[in-house]
């Protein structure tokens, strides 16, 4: 917080503005300049960001690599068209964080704090802390494992991660950290580059559109894949994210049908790049694709150069390390706005390091932390990897369900609550999610006490 | 806030300048700042937003939903541990 005070003003019947308002009232003149001047382009130029950020920065490396997984195992024939209907699903959600963060001015962590009570507010916190770090160290292993086919170790995957967020943290401005991570996003593109490059067949392609019946293998296969896939598209640190960043942003309820765009731009674009990846995936497929599965060493880049040309291996590995270190950039983000707000002090990129300790060491910290476990020599990363999607989508109901409750609040949004048929889908959704997670949590650990066979 | 310090008339000369360009930044910083809508403001924001009123249905279900994932995450946190070994 600036050395200004915060008292009201008794000119301007407001309260006196401190840096952090005033960064922030920069931009919004911009918005208000291009609004004013009907262009219409440079308006939504000026808008775009957290939808877009929050939909690839969930087409990460865990993610590009379920999908990949998807089709070197199954084909496309019933994932390619259920990878739309899940972001979809994330629309749906992301549109409501966004329309809170937009009308409220405040994140989903503290208003779920002050209005639902400590208890739920440090309990999501504490969920997103988790499955945050889970995710991060993932987003570690998935650049690992793109750096890997170019023969660099750890070390550089480390270094790589950690250098990009302290750079991009290095301006005091939401803006400019928006438009580098934007500028890093749309490498996710890579993967469509690689599905071209693959040379699929295009009626197989159309074709699957068709919705197979769910593919083959054990029940508990099934719901690893559901829950796994899920955990793709809709996550906790989403949820935070762009309701924090709709509201570092400056977004106001006059921004709500731009943000509204933004949020199905990112969710067509994060479609089409992760159908991108499950069609270089799928070139594997009769190539034994199946002995491919997961974070298996870097064997996607390799396994796709011999079928497909180096091209089409090395345009994977770069998609590979762009999605780990764009998701690294937007998840440590997430946790920064979730403490800022959870702890009750400045939370904005907006404020300086000094005026907003705890939000700046945490967004490094916790990506400190993700990258000291993968380089523990013998740790557990694959099994953490694949875990983290599942883990996500195991704790997602809790974020759902108060996201759901907060876009419903007539108190906090007014004429903006949710309509009927929001709170339709949204339901669905949530229930969705919840059963699937549930389903594969139950039978997994039945069979780890042995009550089922697998 | 800073307290006020009386000025000399050579510090007022010296500084007529730079307070001429502070006067022009604090004009410009009041008209950036109209474009802030009230409860945009950190201190706005800073405000705790009141609790809300829940039923006791809505009570029972969330710590329902609290069980339910406690229960489940910690299955899967079990599972994920019996993998490692």
Known sequence: ?454 | MSAETPLTDAAHASSAIPERDLQAQERHEDELIMHLERDQFVAETSRPVARAPLSARARAGLWALRVFVVLVGLMVIYTFVQQLH
């Not at chain 1, 920065?57 to 865990?62: A, R």
């Not at chain 1, 160290?137 to 991660?161: K, P």
């Not at chain 1, 040379?199 to 099934?222: D, E, M, R, W």
């Not at chain 1, 883990?391 to 369900?401: E, G, I, K």
């Open chain 1, 1 to 454: 917080m600036s050395t200004r005070e915060i008292t009201a003003s008794p000119l301007l019947h407001q309260p006196l503005p401190t840096d952090e308002d005033l960064v922030r009232s920069h931009d919004r003149s911009r918005v208000h300049h291009a609004r004013r001047h009907r262009r219409h382009w440079h308006l939504m130029w000026l808008l775009v960001g957290p939808g877009i950020l929050a939909m690839l920065g969930e087409n990460d490396g865990p993610s590009m690599i379920a999908y990949a997984s998807d089709g070197a195992q199954y084909g496309l024939g019933f994932f390619v068209p259920f990878i739309p209907i899940l972001f979809a699903m994330a629309y749906v959600c992301q549109e409501m964080c966004m329309r809170v963060g937009a009308v409220t001015h405040r994140g989903y962590g503290e208003l779920v704090l002050q209005r639902y009570g400590r208890v739920w507010g440090w309990f999501g916190a504490g969920d997103l802390t988790l499955t945050n770090l889970v995710t991060l160290v993932a987003e570690f292993v998935a650049i690992r494992v793109g750096l890997a086919y170019f023969h660099l170790g750890s070390g550089v995957a480390v270094a790589l991660g950690l250098a990009l967020v302290v750079f991009t943290l290095s301006g005091g401005r939401y803006w400019r950290w928006e438009r580098i991570v934007l500028g890093l996003a749309l490498f996710n593109g890579l993967f469509l580059l690689a599905a071209i490059l693959v040379k699929p067949h295009i009626g197989a392609v159309a074709s699957s559109f068709a919705f197979t019946p769910f593919p083959g293998g054990s029940f508990n296969t099934l719901l690893l894949l559901l829950a796994s896939t899920i955990g793709a598209t809709v996550t906790p640190w989403m949820i935070f994210f762009q309701q924090s960043a709709s509201a570092d942003k400056g977004m106001t309820p006059s921004d709500v049908r731009h943000g509204r765009y933004d949020t199905a731009v990112g969710a067509v674009l994060a479609a089409v790049f992760g159908i991108g990846a499950l069609v270089a995936g799928a070139a594997l497929l009769a190539h034994d694709g199946s002995g491919i599965q997961g974070f298996a060493g870097a064997g996607f880049p390799e396994a796709l150069k011999h079928v497909a040309g180096a091209g089409a291996g090395t345009v994977f590995a770069l998609g590979l390390v762009e999605a780990g270190a764009v998701a690294i950039l937007t998840i440590s983000a997430s946790t920064a706005y979730a403490a800022g707000e959870c702890v009750g002090v400045s939370h904005s990129f907006n404020s300086s390091p000094r005026g907003a300790a705890v939000f700046y060491a945490a967004n490094v910290g916790v990506a400190l932390l993700a990258a000291a476990v993968i380089l523990i020599p013998g740790a557990p990363l694959l099994s953490i990897a694949l875990n983290a999607n599942v883990l996500a989508t195991v704790l997602l109901p809790v974020s759902l369900v108060l996201m759901v409750m907060l876009a419903n609040d007539r108190g906090l949004m007014g004429p903006w609550v949710n309509r009927r048929s929001t709170n339709a889908i949204g339901i669905t959704v949530i229930a969705f999610v919840g059963l699937c997670g549930a389903a594969y949590g139950i039978d997994s650990f039945l069979q780890a006490i042995h009550l089922i066979g697998s």
